[in-house]
């Protein structure tokens, strides 16, 4: 059956799906009519150095995606739908084995001003030592992206997505692997979008895996933005960390929920998962479900912890008593709070950057 | 295979697993219909309005289907026609130990009853199958006017409060097991506490099934008035049979302005009866709501004890703890609502797994926009003692205030070797360290109980931790 069969075949799912609950299909889908499989455009992709100049020999984006992953477990609503749609916009990032960079590198998605979708295979070499980060700006009214991939054993990635689209909605699923003993940063930095449904699985079936999850979710007025992030624990001695800052003002909702699954058999199993909300308006709401499904008792630890709170008013009298006006004062709580998953995002000069554009976003009225 | 050999395999040691010949005086066949509904209302000699009631939760028991979270494969296998939805054992409500029928009595002897009463309870209700057989009160309380009895007669004599408060809590329309309640219930507790009364010591409600493939539906409703409090701890047991049980109790708890209701429950059922429960209270200012909920035993237990902090400055309290054994799947938690400005809450919950037992903590913490200076805690413990076992966490905050202040910690763990070790190098045998690591572990939930709630609970546990170890 081909992808678009596939998706026809699929019943729209109902709210007591715990992926579904907050952000239903139908509210993600470009033309809400959830029985079409729409043409949709690609979008314009660069891979530049962090300089605007080449990339080095080793890292290169193909046309096409030869060897497709679909992670056991994935929803097939959003990948079937992803992979109908694509059509040709289907690249894959290519890096090296033993591939390293000194700096960061950037692939620049363009998705214009109608909707578009791209489906992104990473082929990440073994022993390879990279920290991509994907832009993706646009004013189209909605945009797709399906990331599938694995990221070859010994290899160390620190993998940043910033979404900078001025509106509209954007549908993201990643499906990746993540081989023996690599260890892998995957950042997600989102203050554009409308609305955002993202959908994000990591599987470690190697031993010796280690993963951060971190993101840094800014929203302002009516913005909607669900992050689902689920990390699969499928072999011994495997790592990981999930740590999600979202600061909510305006009218805006934060949706961010987890699920950690550490397998039978997946012993000395260290996981954990925190969410932090910073509410900023009487108008704003942030949910979170962290959720836990631990089949093996020979672990380190599993753990995970939520919590809500309000900027702290002592904080920002203490630095109104330094000179800082009240606006200032509260715009420097608020990056500070984004800045402690910014910072564990990669190198100084990656987080430097992101500083940079976290301040611009800042800046804005709306935030 | 004999019977009772097959029942062993299918319970394990379980010590209140054994059963008397059943001696009913009414039993209905099995099956769920409309007309079951109506000859249970008759039976009564119900109301008209409460005849309604039962007839519009069967329907939308029928048209409900059934919940596809949760443990599915284990919740359709649930057989409703092969259920028996009402059976009378005693013609009547005695008031005097003396006049209940000898094989009930004995019954409820064994299971140290009347014992308890005598010595640190205020009251106590006895039901067996689907009504109560033994009901009691002391006599200061009564005359305090504290109202204190079984659900049929609260209805009987009292049917103007129980029209006001029934359903008030848990529409008929809550969920699918709610609305099978409200449908077919029978027996469980009314309580009316008046303003400002306390009741000292906690009054008591045992629940047993006896008969084979019996439903047991009791209904509980307690209103504590101003300024009032009470304790109210329930038991439950039920023999082991090889063929299931099905317990669907509603709970419904209005702590009005200023009163205090903890609600105390030790679930001991065999592990072939389905334990589907819907608890919820409604706390209205500066109120106060406490559940203490252990459940050890059921095949599947979903039970998620909610309260409503409907009036500002109330409080509301869950500590639960679980234990999963061999083809057991505790599905507990906790929901609170925090609607009013200034509430707080707090949710404790402990579950250890053992033997291939599945543990899983489900909540929901909810704080509405207009709810300002809200306080929430909650944290979520699980043990996993062996590589059989599962454990899982499904929480869910909601805050839509930012005045909120919430926090959520979980964790997974397994016993510490070292508190083994330490435990072993002063003589304790393994299985020893290991239950008194265990009963430790419960230590924040059995301190909460009656003292001789306490004591069964640790002795219950060490005999589920025998054969722990080799």
């Known amino acids: 059956m081909d992808s678009v069969a596939e998706y026809l075949s699929l019943d729209e799912p109902d709210r007591s799906s715990h992926l579904w609950r907050y952000t239903p299909w139908r509210g993600i889908h470009p033309t809400g009519d959830v029985s079409r499989v729409p043409k949709l455009e690609s979008p314009v992709l660069g891979l530049i150095g962090f300089d605007g100049g080449a990339v080095p020999d080793g890292i290169s984006i193909e046309e096409g995606v030869h060897s497709d992953i679909i992670l056991p477990g994935t929803d097939a609503l959003t990948g079937t739908f992803l992979r109908a749609v694509t059509g040709n916009s289907q690249w894959t990032l290519r890096v090296e084995p033993e591939f390293s960079s000194e700096h960061p590198v950037i692939l620049d998605i363009d998705a214009g001003d109608s ?69 892998v940063r995957a950042g997600t930095v989102s203050s554009g979008s409308e609305c955002t449904k993202a959908d994000l699985r990591y ?15 800014l929203a302002a007025e009516s913005m909607h933005l669900d992050h689902h992030v689920e990390i699969h624990h499928e072999a011994p001695e495997t790592f990981s960390r999930l740590a999600w800052h979202s600061a909510c003002d305006g009218d805006s909702r934060t949706v961010g929920t987890g699920m950690l699954r550490v397998a039978d058999g997946s012993t000395g199993a260290d996981a954990s998962q925190v969410f932090h909300n910073l509410l900023l308006s009487a108008d704003a709401e942030a949910d979170s479900i962290p959720e836990l499904e631990v089949l093996e008792h020979e672990v380190v630890g599993c753990g995970h912890g939520t919590a809500n709170g309000p900027i702290d008013e002592d904080q920002v009298f203490y630095l ?26 990669g190198s100084d000069s990656l987080h430097d950057w992101l500083v940079g554009l976290l301040n611009s976003e800042l800046r804005t009225p709306d935030a | 295979m004999p019977a009772n050999q097959e029942a062993r395999e299918v319970v394990g040691d379980y010590k209140a697993g054994w059963h008397d010949p059943e001696n009913s005086t009414i039993r209905f066949d099995f099956g769920l219909s409309e007309e079951v509904v109506r000859e249970i209302s008759a039976l ?15 329907q939308h028991f029928v048209e409900r289907p059934m919940p596809t979270w949760g443990n599915t494969p284990t919740l359709e296998s649930i057989d409703f026609d092969k259920i028996c939805y009402f059976l009378r054992s005693s013609q009547a409500t005695e008031k005097d130990w003396d006049d209940v029928p000898e094989d009930i009595r004995n019954t409820f002897d064994r299971l140290g009853i009347p014992e308890a009463e005598q010595k640190w309870l205020s009251g106590v209700t006895a039901q067996y199958e689907s009504e109560a057989v033994y009901h009691s009160i002391r006599e200061d309380l009564e005359k305090q006017g504290v109202i204190f009895l079984d659900m049929d007669s609260g209805l009987r004599e009292h049917p103007e409060i129980i029209r006001k408060w029934f359903c008030s809590v848990v529409p008929l329309t809550d969920n699918k097991f709610a609305a099978l309640n409200t449908a077919v219930w029978s027996g469980g507790s009314f309580i009316y506490v008046p303003k400002g ?8 409600a045992y629940f047993r099934i006896n008969a084979k493939n019996m439903g047991q539906f009791e209904r509980t409703l307690i209103i504590a008035d ?10 439950c047991t039920a023999p082991t049979y090889s063929t299931d049980s099905l317990h669907s109790a509603v709970v419904e708890l209005i702590a009005l302005p200023g009163a205090h209701i903890r609600y105390s429950t030790v679930q001991n059922w065999s592990a072939n009866v389905y334990n589907l429960v819907t608890k919820r209270g409604i706390a209205h200012e500066d109120s106060k709501i406490e559940w203490v909920d252990g459940n050890i035993g059921s095949k599947l237990t979903m039970k998620y004890p909610s309260v409503i902090l409907k009036g500002e400055g109330s409080h509301a309290e869950v500590i639960s703890v679980a234990y999963s054994g061999e083809g057991q799947h505790q599905d507990a938690g906790a929901k609170i609502y925090h609607l009013a400005s200034n509430t707080t809450s707090k949710i404790l919950s402990k579950s250890i797994s053992k033997n291939g037992g599945r543990g899983t903590y489900r909540g929901l913490v909810k704080v509405s ?29 909601e805050v839509a205030n930012p005045t909120a202040h919430c926090e959520h910690e979980a964790s997974v763990s397994k016993v510490s070797d070292n508190q083994l070790f330490y435990l072993m190098s002063r003589g304790h045998s393994e299985e020893e360290a290991l239950a ?8 924040p939930f059995t301190r909460e109980l009656p003292m001789e709630y306490a004591v069964e609970l640790n002795q219950l546990m060490a005999l589920e931790m025998e054969g722990s170890i080799g």
């Not at chain 1, 009214?141 to 954007?170: A, P, Q, Y």
């Not at chain 1, 606006?327 to 402690?340: D, K, M, P, Q, V």
């Open chain 1, 115 to 183: 909707a578009s979708v791209l489906h992104l295979a990473l082929k990440v070499g073994r022993l390879s030592d990279l920290e991509l980060v994907t832009r993706i700006r646009g004013s189209g009214e909605w945009f797709g992206m399906l990331r599938t991939g694995d990221i070859g054993e010994g290899s160390s990635i620190n993998d940043v997505v910033v979404s900078l689209m001025d509106d509209g909605t954007l549908l993201r699923v990643d499906s990746i692997s993540i081989g023996r003993d690599a260890q």
């Open chain 1, 203 to 217: 599987r470690m079936d190697e031993p010796g895996g280690s993963l951060r999850v971190l993101g840094s979710i």
């Open chain 1, 320 to 345: 109104e008593s330094r000179g800082f006006d009240p606006s200032e004062a509260r715009r420097a709580l608020i990056a500070a709070f984004l800045n402690t998953t910014l910072s564990e995002m």
């Open chain 2, 44 to 58: 009564k000699g119900e109301p008209e309005w409460m005849t309604d009631i039962r007839v519009k939760a069967y």
């Open chain 2, 197 to 204: 009364v306390h009741v000292e010591m906690p009054v008591q």
């Open chain 2, 226 to 235: 101003e300024g009032s409090s009470i304790h109210y701890v329930e038991g």
């Open chain 2, 369 to 397: 926009p207009k709810a300002e200076n809200c306080k929430l805690n909650v944290v979520c413990d699980a043990l996993i003692l062996d590589e059989d076992s599962r454990s899982d966490t499904y929480p869910t905050m």
């Open chain 2, 436 to 443: 008194m690591i265990v009963n430790g572990f419960f230590e």
